[in-house]
T-cell receptor, first 114, second 114 residues
C-alpha cells in the first residue's frame, strides 16, 4: 500500500523554467491538496481538489496551476519558476468523515529555483 | 473563521522529562483535530487524531492529547521525552462543515537535551 506518492523528491530549476510535480494516491480518496512549506510559516495551501474534475485556489495559488487528471492523480505545475517558489511541496489526500477525516501526506518534493 | 495557534515556536526539554506542546484552535463547525510530526528532511507523519469520540486520544510513540472544548485546546503531551522525539510538530484542524477546510499551525520545534 503506497499511500501518497509524489515525484520528484529533489529538483533544481533555473528561473523561468517550467516543471510539473506529480502526485498519486491509491486510497480512493476524493480530496487532494497541494501545500508548500516554508520556514516559520507552516504549511500553506496552494490548490485543492474536492473531487475528480474540480480544482480550487488555496491561500497562495499565484504562479501555479493544477490538474486533477483522474481520481488518483493531482499534479502541480510551475509555468515560469521564480526564486520565491523555492520551497518544500507536499501533496496530501484526505479520507471522508466516516474514516476520521485523516490527512495522508506524500514524502515531499524539495524544489530550488536559482 | 478557522484558525490554529501553536503557542510555542520552540520547546526545549531534557531527556526523560515530560513534553507539553500547546495548541489552541477556533472553528465554526465540529472539528477534527490532528497532531503531525516531521523529522528533518522528511514528510509529515500522523501522531494522533481526535474525531469526536473520546476526548483523550492516544497516539504513537507514547504521545497523547486531550480535546478540551471549553478551552478550545488540543495540547500534546508525553510523560518522558526521548532523543528521537526531537522534531517539528504541527497541530491541524479540519472542520466537518460544507467546506472541509484544513488549517495548519506554524509548528513547534521540540529540542531534547541529553
Amino acid at each position: 500500500n503506497a499511500g501518497v506518492t509524489q515525484t520528484p523528491k529533489f529538483q533544481v530549476l533555473k528561473t523561468g523554467q517550467s516543471m510539473t510535480l506529480q502526485c498519486a494516491q491509491d486510497m480512493n480518496h476524493n480530496s487532494m491538496y497541494w501545500y508548500r512549506q516554508d520556514p516559520g510559516m507552516g504549511l500553506r495551501l496552494i490548490y485543492y481538489s474536492a473531487s475528480e474534475g474540480t480544482t480550487d485556489k488555496g491561500e497562495v495559488p499565484n504562479g501555479y496551476n493544477v490538474s486533477r487528471l483522474n481520481k488518483r492523480e493531482f499534479s502541480l505545475r510551475l509555468e515560469s519558476a521564480a526564486p520565491s517558489q523555492t520551497s518544500v511541496y507536499f501533496c496530501a489526500s484526505i479520507t471522508g468523515a466516516s474514516s476520521g477525516n485523516t490527512i495522508y501526506f506524500g514524502e515531499g518534493s524539495w524544489l530550488t529555483v536559482v | 473563521a478557522q484558525s490554529v495557534t501553536q503557542l510555542d515556536s520552540h520547546v526545549s526539554v531534557s531527556e526523560g522529562t515530560p513534553v507539553l506542546l500547546r495548541c489552541n484552535y477556533s472553528s465554526s463547525y465540529s472539528p477534527s483535530l490532528f497532531w503531525y510530526v516531521q523529522h528533518p528532511n522528511k514528510g509529515l507523519q500522523l501522531l494522533l487524531k481526535y474525531t469526536s469520540a473520546a476526548t483523550l486520544v492516544k497516539g504513537i510513540n507514547g504521545f497523547e492529547a486531550e480535546f478540551k472544548k471549553s478551552e478550545t485546546s488540543f495540547h500534546l503531551t508525553k510523560p518522558s521525552a526521548h532523543m528521537s522525539d526531537a522534531a517539528e510538530y504541527f497541530c491541524v484542524v479540519r472542520n466537518s462543515g460544507g467546506y472541509q477546510k484544513v488549517t495548519f499551525g506554524i509548528g513547534t520545534k521540540l529540542q531534547v537535551i541529553p
